[in-house]
């Protein structure tokens, strides 16, 4: 099968790869739908994070199953399905606390790599969501947003506990910030601060429902959102960039007693203890557990209440993975969706 | 009238200082049934947070109201009553919010000095809590603990959400982690396993519920939470210290998912983002909100349900506060009483 590796930074080539195999009994081996690229392969891609060797990449898919491991209960062959980034039994005692991101037995898709035409999917029952019926092709782009970058900027509203009455602000325009903007108002959150510099990503985030854009950042996007919030601070407030200046710009901006979901994957960050005491907002964050929300998510998509698949504003055949990682790479392109 | 002072690290001294007066027409003067010497006092003393000439001490205190202002509306001379070390209106937003710890108008105690006859209170009507009844004599040390150390463990324990099922680990065997095994108990929790290698404090941990003890600290102490809980960490954890050290033994020792209530003063704690990120907990803490637990605390008090009062292992008349300060410093008493 053809699937994309990274060699070394800046260096992704679509290859010939191993076609995968059944190796536990509770796997199943998934024909890709679609793929993409996440603002999480970009720091690898920049060098940031080290390479220790080729690396096959991409953690986002939908597909359709191929055939099932002989312990395989509920997936079956034929099935339309969607799956996060993290394989989870969905059965251990953190799976049902809710946290399927840390399950005892979970596997990073990551070192799997779902830039490709088949995958290997472990812990099959619990790990994938089968659609009611084979979906509409136009539904496959936000269907294939709900596997990562939907289920985490949902996880960041519900860690900043976005709601009515709520006044949420969302540090970082990227596709999560972009589906932080699109869950808070789901969640009913009232007014939702969308910081951003970029026209068509202001314009997203108010399709998204923004109701305010900020365009300042550091602490002058803080002494905005105060003018914003009667000098308090918002209620909630997702973070989703993973920089210092992100993550303090977060937790200013956020009111005594209010909340923080943290999704941008922490890089370079020391928080200060004695700032975080005196701000007595509550923090959250991580890895998000998207397989809690999938069905959810699957549901609110299919029954089209929203169209998350629109921060896809690029799309490439396979075998030009490298030019979508070059477009996300210089803020070309939002988020790329990769056809196998 | 007299009052502690603290000219120089390791030099308190208990002078004549001018009576207080009414300055605005919210206060209220009270004359000190008792007071205390705070942990969080020793960190001047020992020289780590700098002084700017010589400072009053004392933020904890419990007494009778002498005199109101001109707009005091609910409290009146002849009142027993318990205050926060934050003085606040208790109408704003972020009063109503729960946190009057950071209200609008807030005053910290610490810079008037409690360690003395008499004080002033700030925002009376929205500080103080009046006791139904003038108390027991017996009762005295147990209403002075909810003004800090008995309100900050109970505001650790709600952080760390404890609660029926929960397992609650207490990092930190000061009188304010004493106070919250205390709390996660009246909380419902199943499980509070103190941490700690000082007899004394193992046992009066045991006296206010813990049911385990550990005595292992840093790694060595995570490694045995961990053998504990199925591997997985606790539930909650409350932290009472505010080192770096303790700070991330509380995040390691608890599980994805799981809730750290901080209320250990930080100081040069610096928290890594990628490992707090990976780590799943939800972060809460700071100067705790105790006016929002008093007439709770008061009523448990009053009804002997809870006997937080414990806690005070060495009682001395105020003008021995520098034997107080040197009982605490060495770690002699767990926390010292007053008498004025």
């Known amino acids: 099968m053809r699937g994309a590796v990274l060699h070394a930074p800046g260096d992704v080539r679509v290859e010939d790869r191993p076609d995968p195999e059944i190796i536990e009994p509770t796997d199943a081996i998934i024909r890709l739908t679609a793929t993409c690229i996440c603002g999480s392969d970009l720091w690898p891609y920049r060098g940031v994070e080290k390479l220790d060797g080729p690396a096959p990449m991409g953690h986002e898919y939908v597909g359709v199953v191929e055939e ?34 840390a399950c005892v037995q979970r596997v990073l898709m990551g070192t799997i790599g779902t830039q490709s035409e088949l995958a290997r999917i472990p812990l099959a029952d619990g790990t994938l969501v089968a659609t009611p019926a084979m979906p509409d092709a136009d539904l496959v782009p936000s269907l294939l947003a709900a596997s990562d970058v939907l289920g985490t900027g949902w996880f960041a509203a519900v860690a900043a506990e976005a709601g009515p009455g709520k006044t949420v602000v969302v540090v970082g325009d990227g596709a999560v910030g972009l589906c932080g903007v699109l869950a808070a108002r789901q969640l009913g959150a009232e007014r939702v601060i969308a910081m951003s510099r970029h026209a068509p990503r202001q314009e997203l985030a108010r399709f998204f429902g923004a109701t305010d854009i900020v365009t300042e950042r550091g602490d002058e996007g803080v002494e905005r959102i105060k003018e914003l919030t009667d000098g308090l601070g918002a209620h909630s ?18 009111r005594p007693g209010g909340h923080v979901g943290f999704v941008g994957v922490s890089h370079d960050v020391a928080l200060p203890g004695d700032e975080l005491f005196m701000s007595l907002v509550h923090l959250h964050g991580g890895p998000a557990p998207v397989r809690q929300y999938l069905p ?41 969706l990769l056809q196998p």
């Not at 799956?83 to 399927?100: K, P, V």
């Not at 993973?242 to 956020?254: D, K, L, N, P, V």
């Not at 990682?325 to 790329?336: C, I, L, Q, S, T």
Request: with cysteine.
């Open 296 to 336: 959810k998510l699957i549901e609110l998509i299919c029954e089209r209440a929203i169209d998350p698949g629109k921060v896809f504003d690029l799309t490439l055949p396979l075998d030009q993975a490298a030019e979508g990682y070059r477009a996300m790479d210089e803020r070309r392109a939002v988020k790329v």
């Open 68 to 101: 099932v491991g002989s312990e395989v209960r509920t997936i079956r062959p034929g099935q339309f399905v969607v799956g996060s980034f993290w394989a989870s039994d969905n059965t251990c005692e953190i799976c049902r606390s809710g946290y399927q991101c």
């Open 237 to 254: 407030v997702i973070e989703a960039v993973g920089t210092q200046e992100s993550m303090m710009q977060a937790i200013r901006s956020t």
